[in-house]
């Protein structure tokens, strides 16, 4: 059984930074890539970035470009996201995901990922 766990979030005020780890469990995915989304109170959920198994490519939204920086640890099974320079409306619910399969990190979306966390709260304070 797949679990992928969440954790790292909480409550900062804008300008500070958070560092969200997932960590999965079940099976590994030397080939699927990773990615973070989110969803903040009556929004769709919405892509944050993505990473390919081996590391070495990336893709962010461009609400977070230059901010945010995905990373990942295959050894671990982990998936990292260090977000900086955080902003109120960054407050969301940030959800770790595993695509189905292979596939260009710019065709990522909500509906090409197989297996989901139950995500953690990040507040940003004014």
């Known amino acids: 059984q797949v679990q992928l766990v969440e954790s790292g979030g909480g409550l900062v005020q804008a300008g500070g930074s958070l560092r969200l780890s997932c960590a999965a469990s079940?099976?590994?995915?030397?080939?699927?890539?990773m990615a973070w989304f989110r969803q903040a109170p009556e929004k769709e959920r919405e892509f944050v970035a993505a990473i390919r198994p081996s590391g070495g490519s990336t893709r962010y939204a461009d609400s977070v470009k230059g901010r945010f920086t995905i990373s990942r640890d295959n050894a671990k099974n982990t998936v990292f996201l260090q977000m900086n320079s955080l902003k109120p409306e960054d407050t969301a619910v940030y959800y770790c995901?595993?695509?189905?399969?292979?596939?260009?990190?710019?065709?990522?979306?909500?509906?090409?990922?197989?297996?989901w966390g139950k995500g953690t709260l990040v507040t940003v304070s004014s």
């Open positions: 079940g099976r590994t995915f030397p080939s699927r890539a």
């Open positions: 995901a595993v695509d189905r399969a292979f596939r260009p990190l710019d065709t990522i979306v909500v509906e090409s990922m197989e297996y």
